[in-house]
């Protein structure tokens, strides 16, 4: 597969560069923090710019298909559970369980 010619192929080019640069920067900035909370925001970069670029850059390529739409759903499935995900792997590193509104 290749990228589609005229403007519409240096989109997809420049939305590729956008997405390795996100994930090379935000790699190498995970090498320089120290805790892990600290690296999770780091996967922040990755699932709300490096994903949805790339799902992008795919559906222009691939044009009007169902492989279209099977990109579309796996990067909204990505936007909604990257968060709960963060949350649980910050949850599990502090070593304790959510507390309730009300509880010691």
Sequence with gaps: ????????????????????VAVVGAAA?????GSVAERLHLVTVVTSVAGPATGLACALTLGVSTSTAAVVVVIVLLAATAPVLQTAIARADRGGTPQREGEP
Excluded: K, R
Aim: aromatic share 4%; hydrophobic share 75%; charged share 0%.
């Design 29 to 33: 900035a995970a090498l320089l923090l």
């Design 1 to 20: 597969m290749s990228a589609p010619p005229g403007l519409l192929g240096v989109v997809v080019w420049v939305l590729c560069a956008l997405v390795a």
